[in-house]
């Protein structure tokens, strides 16, 4: 059983920064992918930032320069880094992960509980 964990969610001012993690456990043979999307009330799941396994990255436009995403591979761990909040960004974010239990046996549909994030003076 694979499980995503994720913190460090929470409220925020305007112009302020938050870190998110997300922890994957369980049996995992390798992990090819973890990233982040976030959910507004209203609108549809959107990716922010993912990063593979060969370190290459990708983001949203409306986060590029202002949000980080890196890896701990010996921890099976992703973070976020957000700089320069702004209320936009309020959304419930996810933790995603596409990762292998065993050679050949891959998913790319592993995906945390989610965590909020409210930008608001």
């Known amino acids: 059983q694979v499980q995503l964990v994720e913190s460090g969610g929470g409220l925020v001012q305007p112009g302020g920064s938050l870190r998110l993690s997300c922890a994957a456990s369980?049996?995992?043979?390798?992990?090819?992918?973890m990233g982040w999307y976030r959910q507004a009330p209203g609108k549809e799941r959107e990716l922010v930032a993912d990063?593979?396994?060969?370190?290459?990255?990708n983001y949203a436009d409306s986060v590029k320069g202002r949000f980080t995403i890196s890896r701990d591979n010996a921890k099976n761990t992703v973070y976020l880094q957000m700089n320069s909040l702004k209320p936009e960004d309020t959304a419930v974010y996810y933790c995603?992960?596409?990762?292998?239990?065993?050679?050949?046996?891959?998913?790319?549909?592993?995906w945390g509980q989610g965590t909020q994030v409210t930008v608001s003076s």
């Open positions: 995603h992960a596409a990762l292998c239990l065993r050679f050949g046996v891959c998913r790319n549909d592993y």
């Open positions: 369980g049996r995992i043979f390798r992990i090819n992918a």
């Open positions: 990063n593979t396994f060969s370190g290459s990255t």
